[in-house]
Every structure is written in structure tokens, then in C-alpha cells.
Nanobody, 120 residues
Framework: QVQLVESGGGLVQPGGSLRLSCAASGFTFSSTAMKWYRQAPGKERELVAGISSTGGSTNYADSVKGRFTISRDNAKNTVYLQMNSLKPEDTAVYYC?????????????WGQGTQVTVSS
């Protein structure tokens, strides 16, 4: 079955960096666009970044442009989110997401999330 497993979260000081990973299985990763979302306490889940199946196209929320980089390794079935110059407002649970064609329909799959806390 489809599985998305995030890792790499933690506590970091403002201005620091973290790299999140999302290991995917159960579908053809190399043919699937991937996204990172985040949800802060009391706020709605928001799209942070997306990447096409080949990695040739990426997009970012305005709030993270120039600081975050999404990338993927199709040989490892893994998508990454490199986060630099972190701010306290980046504190959230980060999720990877994929839309997968399965059982003759599109379904949305989510990982369990990884907590990122930016605090001094």
C-alpha cells in the first residue's frame, strides 16, 4: 500500500537549518508529483512547496521562497525539503503529500508528519 514516511524534524534556533525527508513506497514514485505542506497550531494546513515527477519544475509559497528548497531522488524514492534561515513562524508539523492513481481513481495520501520547532 501507499506509504509516506517523513523524518528530519526537530528543534532548531532561528537562522538555523533542517533537512526533511519523505520516503515513499507503494506507488510509482518517479511518475508522481510531490508536495510538502505544514500546519501550525491553530492554523489551517498550507502548501509549502511542490515538485514535478522529474524534478524539473518546483513551486514555493511566498513565505518560504529563497529559504526552502524542495528536491527529489527518484532512485531512492525520496523527496526532501531543505530549510534554511528558519524563523519562529516556520514552526509547524510538516507533511509530505502525493496524489496517486489507485483502484481506478485518484486518492490523496499523507505522511504522519514531522514536527519542526524554531525557537531560541
Amino acid at each position: 500500500q501507499v506509504q509516506l514516511v517523513e523524518s528530519g524534524g526537530g528543534l532548531v534556533q532561528p537562522g538555523g537549518s533542517l533537512r526533511l525527508s519523505c520516503a515513499a513506497s507503494g506507488f510509482t514514485f518517479s511518475s508522481t508529483a510531490m508536495k510538502w505542506y505544514r500546519q501550525a497550531p491553530g492554523k489551517e494546513r498550507e502548501l509549502v512547496a511542490g515538485i514535478s515527477s522529474t524534478g524539473g519544475s518546483t513551486n514555493y509559497a511566498d513565505s518560504v521562497k529563497g529559504r526552502f528548497t524542495i528536491s527529489r531522488d527518484n532512485a531512492k524514492n525520496t523527496v526532501y525539503l531543505q530549510m534554511n534561515s528558519l524563523k519562529p513562524e516556520d514552526t509547524a508539523v510538516y507533511y509530505c503529500q502525493a496524489n496517486v492513481w489507485t483502484s481506478r481513481r485518484w486518492s490523496s495520501y499523507w505522511g504522519q508528519g514531522t514536527q519542526v520547532t524554531v525557537s531560541s
